[in-house]
Antibody, heavy 118, light 113 residues
Framework: EVQLVESGGGLVQPGGSLRLSCAVS????????MHWVRQAPGKGLVWVSR????????SYADSVRGRFTLSRDNTKNTVYLQMNNLRAEDTAIYYC???????????WGQGTLVTVSS | DVVLTQSPLSLPVTLGQPASISCRSS???????????LSWFQQRPGQSPRRLIY???NRDSRVPDRFSGSGSGTDFTLKISRVETEDVGVYYC??????????FGQGTKLEIK
């Protein structure tokens, strides 16, 4: 069974940092790209970042570029989103999602809530 | 960036009646490999998004056949042939052709009238 489990969310002050993790099981992790998508309270889905299968290439939304860093450890079947210099507008549920060849977001995690507030 | 515009944004439907959601793209979504990477997602209240349709018209496994997708180029449609209670939620179109960034539509909230 394919599973994606996010963790690491919580309450952080503006300017602070958090590292989110997405641990996966049930499929060959090293052959899939992985993405993070976020959803602010009561709002729609917004793509945040993606990483290719071996971790050699990443892409970011303009709103997070330079503050967020996506990485992965294929030996631990886990992808990490390091979030620095957090702002109030980063408050959202963060979902990780799987991306196979031409097959976007067929599985999602349950999400982890990040709240940026003083 | 590709902008996806959904309509309507709110969709009250009577149980057992059909429903239709439009998604229009600011650019053609045909990729260089000939595929069109337009998907539809359903998000029920309090749940994670779930993919219903990929590459315009391919239904995911365990998705009821009352859901169907169609369209080409810049105009796409998600249809529900007979709305059921479990269909309540927000529906998003998504494009994976022109990236980064990948983009979603604003969402259409389906409710039972």
């Amino acid at each position: 069974e394919v599973q994606l489990v996010e963790s690491g969310g919580g309450l952080v002050q503006p300017g602070g940092s958090l590292r989110l993790s997405c641990a996966v099981s049930g499929f060959t992790f090293s052959t899939y790209w992985m993405h993070w998508v976020r959803q602010a309270p009561g709002k729609g889905l917004v793509w945040v970042s993606r990483i290719n299968s071996d971790g050699s290439a990443t892409s970011y939304a303009d709103s997070v570029r330079g503050r967020f860093t996506l990485s992965r450890d294929n030996t631990k079947n886990t992808v990490y989103l390091q979030m620095n210099n957090l702002r109030a507008e980063d408050t959202a549920i963060y979902y990780c999602a799987r991306h196979g060849s031409g097959n976007h977001f067929d599985y999602w995690g349950q999400g982890t809530l990040v709240t940026v507030s003083s | 960036d590709v902008v996806l515009t959904q309509s309507p944004l709110s969709l009250p439907v009577t149980l057992g009646q059909p429903a239709s959601i439009s998604c229009r793209s600011s650019q053609s979504l045909v990729y260089s490999d000939g595929n069109t990477y337009l998907s539809w997602f359903q998000q029920r209240p309090g749940q994670s998004p779930r993919r219903l349709i990929y590459k315009v018209s391919n239904r995911d496994s365990r998705v009821p056949d009352r859901f169907s997708g169609s369209g080409s180029g810049t105009d796409f449609t998600l249809k529900i042939s007979r709305v059921e209670t479990e269909d309540v939620g927000v529906y998003y179109c998504f494009q994976g052709t022109h990236w980064p960034p990948y983009t979603f539509g604003q969402g259409t909230k389906l409710e039972i009238k």
